[in-house]
C-alpha cells in the first residue's frame, strides 16, 4: 500500500462499532475533517475483517468489544495475513493489560472511547503516517504492566537509556527528562535516539509498544 505521509490523498478507513450512534458520529467527524474517506462501515468484527480484505483501508478504527471478533482478533488476523491496514482501536476499557495485549498483538494504536473526535482524527492522520499512537494518560498507566512482563529477549541498553526508557514510559516529554537528569536536550535525544536503534522503532509511543513486547523495564 501506497505511504499517505507525504500525499495530498485521503485517508482511506474503515471504522467498526456495533453502536450506531457513536458509529456514526466518528464517520461524520472523519469525513467532515477533509482528510479522510471511509471506505466502509461494520456492526462487527468478521464484517470488519472482510472489509479489510476487500478494500485494503490505510487504516482499520475498530472497536475493540464487537460481536462475533474482538478488536483484538481482528489485529490477529490482519497481522497473520500480512495485511498492509494498520489498526487503531477505540475501547470503553483502558486496563493495562488490554491495552499491552492489543499492542503485542500488532495494533498501531489504541484510545479510550471518550477522547474527542478531533483527536480520534488526529489518532486516524498519525496510523495512516505509520506511528504508534497511545495517549499520554494509558502510556503511564502501562508502566507496572511492563514490570511484571520481562523476558529474557533484552537489548544491551545502558544504564542511562534505560533510565530514559522508563521515564518515556511515564510520559515524561524530553525537556521533562533532561531537567530531571541535568542534562541537555540535545544529549537527551541523542540517547533517546540511540534507544529507537537499539528497538527498532521511530517515535515514543512505539518505544513503548516494544518495550512492552520485549518485557524490558526494570
Known amino acids: 500500500m501506497d505511504t499517505v505521509a507525504d500525499t495530498k490523498r485521503k485517508v482511506r478507513v474503515v471504522v467498526a462499532d456495533d453502536h450506531p450512534l457513536y458509529r456514526e458520529g466518528v464517520v461524520r467527524a472523519l469525513t467532515a475533517s477533509g482528510r479522510v474517506e471511509v471506505v466502509a462501515q461494520s456492526e462487527d468484527g468478521r464484517g470488519a475483517l472482510d472489509q479489510i480484505r476487500e478494500h485494503a483501508p490505510d487504516v482499520a478504527?475498530?472497536?475493540?468489544?464487537?460481536?462475533?471478533?474482538?478488536?483484538?482478533?481482528?489485529?490477529?488476523?490482519?497481522?497473520?495475513?500480512?495485511?498492509?491496514?494498520?489498526?487503531?482501536?477505540?475501547?470503553?476499557?483502558?486496563?493495562?493489560?488490554?491495552?499491552?495485549?492489543?499492542?503485542?498483538?500488532?495494533?498501531?494504536?489504541?484510545?479510550?472511547?471518550?477522547?474527542?473526535?478531533?483527536?480520534?482524527?488526529?489518532?486516524?492522520?498519525?496510523?495512516?503516517?505509520?506511528?504508534?499512537?497511545?495517549?499520554?494518560?494509558?502510556?503511564?498507566?502501562?508502566?507496572?504492566?511492563?514490570?511484571?512482563?520481562?523476558s529474557s529477549d533484552t537489548p544491551a541498553l545502558t544504564d542511562r537509556e534505560r533510565e530514559i526508557l522508563n521515564m518515556i514510559a511515564s510520559g515524561k516529554s524530553l525537556p521533562e527528562i533532561a531537567k530531571e537528569l541535568y542534562l541537555g536536550v540535545t544529549t537527551v535525544k541523542t540517547h533517546v535516539q540511540h534507544l529507537y536503534e537499539k528497538l527498532g522503532v521511530s517515535d515514543r509511543a512505539a518505544a513503548v509498544a516494544e518495550a512492552m513486547r520485549r518485557r524490558l523495564i526494570e
Open 61 to 150: 478504527l475498530i472497536d475493540y468489544k464487537l460481536p462475533d471478533l474482538d478488536g483484538v482478533s481482528v489485529v490477529h488476523a490482519v497481522t497473520r495475513d500480512g495485511l498492509a491496514t494498520r489498526v487503531l482501536l477505540l475501547s470503553a476499557f483502558t486496563d493495562s493489560g488490554l491495552v499491552y495485549e492489543a499492542l503485542q498483538t500488532g495494533a498501531s494504536g489504541y484510545l479510550p472511547k471518550e477522547a474527542k473526535r478531533d483527536d480520534i482524527v488526529d489518532a486516524v492522520l498519525a496510523c495512516a503516517r505509520g506511528e504508534t499512537v497511545l495517549p499520554p494518560e494509558l502510556t503511564a498507566g502501562l508502566v507496572s504492566e511492563i514490570r511484571v512482563r520481562r
